[in-house]
């Protein structure tokens, strides 16, 4: 499963600024989190067969965006062991 988050997740894009300035590494892995948290939460409850889903790590380009992928795993993207795929930009 991916949760999409095309043009919400860099604090700048070309759609323009999309977070508050300082919208760190360390938010966007408390949002992820939190997320993912919820949706695990509803497919336990709804779907119990497909308990053991996982999700896709979201990707973005470390070149033009001020959050790190080091920074964002180190401050635990996979701390429920959730995530089974990862992909990344050239």
């Known amino acids: 499963m991916t949760i999409s988050t095309r043009g919400s997740m860099n604090p700048t894009s ?3 600024p999309t977070r508050p300035r300082g919208w760190s590494a360390r938010d966007f892995a408390d949002e992820w989190l939190d997320g ?3 949706i ?3 497919m336990r409850k709804h779907c119990p ?3 053991d889903f996982g999700f896709m790590a979201p ?3 470390d070149r033009v965006s001020n959050l790190n992928a080091t920074q964002v795993w180190g401050y ?3 701390k429920y062991g959730s995530v089974k795929w990862y992909s ?3």
């Open 14 to 16: 070309a759609q323009g």
């Open 36 to 38: 993912t948290r919820g």
């Open 40 to 42: 695990i939460k509803q």
């Open 49 to 51: 067969e497909l308990a």
């Open 59 to 61: 990707s973005y380009d």
């Open 76 to 78: 635990g993207l996979d």
């Open 88 to 90: 990344v930009h050239k």
